[in-house]
């Protein structure tokens, strides 16, 4: 479609001039939806091979596969002809320069390796000329042609060949390493517009007016071409002109695109950014939404908190609980998904958390207190006491201080009341009395009135009983029979007091061991006294808590040894099985030469010996190869320090010699390049950059000969 609806006339010529073989080729190759047009020109030795002729059908064979006009894919082209020239260098380097032009019948996009020209001319314009990729562009502009002479070489048969200068590629095909030709944009073409393609024997000794002046108002192609040859072979008629070759390109109709798709692809590109911009704007509402939500949330339990803080503050613990519940509940409906307020969120329901926490030990300390489970209140409170340290703000620790001496206090009076009972039941009224107003006393530093009420029922009963004329007489007559008997019995019960107070406070110290001794002399003591009732269970009952605390207790310390045996038993096997690991690394890095890998391996190797207590021969021989490595690596880096100051010193001497040759000091560049030779030869260097030095040796020498 795109061929048939445009037009472009070519007319090339291609000739040898006075040389024996023609140096330039060229062709085009037009297809369906692209065109390809190449001009390429040889500056090899080589009488067998035609390395134009060899590069531009490479070209043509690439582009047939995979027509395009991409960037990418001509650079394909190139890189697929300079492989193919490169493949070919058998007698001697083959040297092209090349210029590519691609077209899709709209626009072009061309491409330059080496010194062959393109111009482009539209209405007596010049719209284009591509530059050459050479070290020193000698342009003949106008007025400067009397000075051709002097820059001309002639040779063994009087024929021009190019300036050196020109000759002196920086890109050609054939070029070993570091092919970088230019590579154009897209350029829309005009109808009516000439396209000219040239060697560097026609635009070396042509103008780029002169070039336009011949072509421009010409009405056909072949007019064209003859104009720019008789032109070339006129300004240059004393002289034998080598291979040259012209090409001209005519675009009388360009293919005209559909400008409709790319108005349907714009209106769905505005309408996709369109909603795009919709959606992000919901989007940002949305998330505006969920902060103000979310800030909305986070203010009502703050606010709880804060209420739960104040009632704290004045001791109503059960209302506090009340407002941290309903705060909690709210926090467990926070969104931590939303990416909004994440770190706010998670310290405010941390925080609401353990004040839920610590009001509900409270109320089951005060629940355990009612039912009068003292020792488990104390351990509530204890926690309490431990965990409210995180929440100053709460004023709890005073409380649960007092709760906890308080408690301690009250199991003090326990004990007196059970003494107090004893003596009751043996009807040792006097020493009853006694005990039941020492609870009394410290009852009185308490706030529980009940328990002061059950004490002072208790001292009216003794009293009653003590009042009462029968138990006086009673009492007159046992203690004139059994007043020693009372005496030994009163000594038991003071030590029972004793000890029982003994057994309690070691219990709370935390001394079990102690405990159980002083429990097991109590019940001895209540065997000898002949008492048995349930003060006698009681015992029994503390001792077995006892016993329990320290079973578990050495079931736990039976448990975190275990756990300790068995993470240095973990440790060590990884530690060994490391070791086996890194002794295999370091025989694969040792074969494969990477010594200062090995050397890694080797000081990890050195630790774990260190670690697991190895015999001393290990640690040694360990020690001994990480030394011979260091020093291994030392020399290597020496060496290739050293090569690397020597290659150094060959760019040096590339540079010298460049300038050298640009100098015409033929003669000195060719020692030069021998001193490169000597230092290639010394670091055993080989391949293409050795042959590219013979190869310019080659050169120079010829143009010495050539000289003289």
């Given at each position: 479609m795109r061929r048939l609806n445009s037009l472009f006339e070519i007319e090339y010529i291609s000739e040898s001039g006075f040389e024996k073989n023609n140096r330039t080729f060229f062709a085009y190759m037009p297809l369906e939806d692209y065109s390809c047009y190449v001009l390429a020109e040889s500056f090899d030795s080589d009488?067998?091979?035609?390395?134009?002729?060899?590069?531009?059908?490479?070209?043509?064979?690439?582009?047939?596969?995979?027509?395009?006009?991409?960037?990418?894919?001509?650079?394909?082209?190139?890189?697929?002809?300079?492989?193919?020239?490169?493949?070919?260098?058998?007698?001697?380097?083959?040297?092209?320069?090349?210029?590519?032009?691609?077209?899709?019948?709209?626009?072009?996009?061309?491409?330059?390796?080496?010194?062959?020209?393109?111009?482009?001319?539209?209405?007596?314009?010049?719209?284009?000329?591509?530059?050459?990729?050479v070290y020193n562009v000698n342009r003949y502009n106008d007025g400067l042609q009397a000075n051709q002479s002097e820059n001309e070489d002639f040779d063994s048969y009087g024929m021009v060949?190019?300036?050196?200068?020109?000759?002196?590629?920086?890109?050609?095909?054939?070029?070993?390493?570091?092919?970088?030709?230019?590579?154009?944009?897209?350029?829309?073409?005009?109808?009516?517009?000439t396209l000219l393609l040239t060697s560097c024997n026609v635009w070396e000794r042509l103008s780029d007016v002169e070039l336009l002046e011949a072509?421009?108002?010409?009405?056909?192609?072949?007019?064209?071409?003859?104009?720019?040859?008789?032109?070339?072979?006129?300004?240059?008629?004393?002289?034998?002109?080598?291979?040259?070759?012209?090409?001209?390109?005519?675009?009388?109709?360009?293919?005209?695109?559909?400008?409709?798709?790319?108005?349907?692809?714009?209106?769905?590109?505005?309408?996709?950014?369109?909603?795009?911009?919709?959606?992000?704007?919901?989007?940002?509402?949305?998330?505006?939404?969920?902060?103000?939500?979310?800030?909305?949330?986070?203010?009502?339990?703050?606010?709880?908190?804060?209420?739960?803080?104040?009632?704290?503050?004045?001791?109503?613990?059960?209302?506090?609980?009340?407002?941290?519940?309903?705060a909690k509940k709210l926090s467990d409906k926070l969104n931590l998904k939303n990416f909004q307020y994440i770190k706010v969120k998670n310290e405010l329901m941390k925080d609401v958390n353990e004040g839920v926490t610590l009001f509900t030990?409270?109320?089951?300390?005060?629940?355990?207190?009612?039912?009068?489970?003292?020792?488990?209140?104390?351990?509530?409170y204890k926690s309490v006491l431990t965990e409210s340290a995180g929440n100053p703000e709460l004023l709890l620790t005073d409380m649960a201080e007092d709760k906890v001496e308080m408690l301690e206090r009250l199991i003090e009076i326990n004990n007196l009341m059970a003494v107090g009972e004893m003596y009751d039941s043996s009807n040792l009224y006097a020493s009853a009395l006694v005990t039941y107003n020492e609870a009394l006393k410290l009852a009185k530093e308490t706030k529980d009135s009940d328990l002061r009420k059950e004490i002072q029922l208790k001292i009216y009963d003794?009293?009653?009983?003590?009042?009462?004329?029968?138990?006086?007489?009673?009492?007159?007559?046992?203690?004139?029979?059994?007043?020693?008997?009372?005496?030994?019995?009163?000594?038991?019960?003071?030590?029972?007091?004793?000890?029982?107070?003994?057994?309690?406070?070691?219990?709370?110290?935390?001394?079990?061991?102690?405990?159980?001794?002083?429990?097991?002399?109590?019940?001895?003591?209540?065997?000898?006294?002949?008492?048995?009732?349930?003060?006698?269970?009681?015992?029994?009952?503390?001792?077995?808590?006892?016993?329990?605390?320290?079973?578990?207790?050495?079931?736990?310390?039976?448990?975190?040894?275990?756990m300790l045996r068995a993470e240095e038993e973990q440790e060590y096997n990884e530690k060994f099985y490391r070791i086996k690991d890194l002794i295999k690394l370091i025989d694969i890095a040792e074969s494969d030469n990477q010594k200062k890998e090995a050397l890694e391996y080797y000081n990890e190797l050195l630790e774990l010996y260190v670690d697991i207590d190895a015999s001393k021969d290990r640690i040694e021989s360990t020690s001994k190869k990480i030394e011979e490595l260091k020093e291994e690596i030392e020399e290597l880096d020496k060496i290739k320090k050293n090569r690397e100051e020597k290659l150094l010193q060959v760019e040096?001497?590339?540079?010298?010699?460049?300038?050298?040759?640009k100098d015409k000091k033929n003669e000195e560049a060719i020692k030069t390049y021998e001193e490169i030779l000597r230092i290639f030869e010394e670091l055993k260097v080989v391949g293409s950059d050795v042959e590219d030095i013979y190869s310019k040796i080659s050169v120079l020498e010829g143009k010495i000969g050539a000289g003289s």
């Open positions: 009488e067998d091979v035609n390395s134009a002729k060899l590069a531009v059908e490479a070209v043509m064979s690439a582009f047939e596969e995979k027509p395009s006009i991409k960037k990418g894919r001509i650079k394909q082209y190139l890189n697929f002809a300079n492989e193919q020239l490169i493949k070919n260098s058998v007698k001697s380097k083959l040297m092209v320069g090349i210029t590519v032009v691609v077209s899709d019948y709209t626009r072009i996009r061309y491409a330059v390796c080496g010194n062959v020209k393109l111009h482009m001319f539209n209405q007596g314009l010049i719209e284009l000329v591509s530059e050459p990729q060949n190019s300036n050196r200068e020109i000759q002196n590629l920086l890109q050609y095909l054939g070029k070993v390493n570091g092919l970088e030709p230019f590579i154009s944009k897209k350029i829309k073409l005009k109808e009516n517009t072509v421009d108002k010409t009405k056909t192609t072949v007019e064209a071409i003859e104009n720019v040859q008789d032109l070339l072979l006129s300004t240059n008629a004393q002289k034998k002109i080598t291979s040259y070759g012209i090409v001209v390109i005519e675009v009388v109709k360009t293919f005209m695109e559909d400008d409709s798709k790319k108005k349907k692809r714009l209106k769905l590109l505005y309408t996709v950014l369109t909603v795009l911009l919709i959606m992000l704007l919901i989007t940002a509402i949305s998330v505006g939404i969920m902060r103000v939500n979310d800030k909305a949330d986070l203010t009502k339990i703050k606010n709880l908190q804060n209420e739960g803080i104040s009632y704290s503050t004045y001791g109503n613990y059960t209302k506090a609980l009340t407002k941290y519940e309903e030990s409270i109320k089951d300390g005060d629940g355990l207190i009612e039912g009068k489970k003292y020792e488990q209140a104390i351990k509530t003794i009293n009653q009983k003590l009042n009462t004329k029968a138990l006086e007489e009673v009492a007159d007559a046992k203690a004139k029979e059994d007043e020693e008997t009372q005496k030994v019995l009163d000594e038991k019960l003071s030590k029972i007091q004793e000890v029982t107070l003994a057994a309690v406070k070691a219990q709370k110290d935390g001394e079990n061991e102690e405990a159980i001794k002083y429990y097991e002399e109590v019940l001895k003591l209540y065997e000898d006294a002949g008492i048995k009732n349930e003060r006698v269970e009681e015992v029994y009952v503390k001792m077995a808590e006892v016993e329990k605390i320290i079973e578990e207790e050495e079931t736990k310390l039976l448990e975190e040894e275990a040096e001497l590339k540079i010298r010699a460049l300038k050298e040759q």
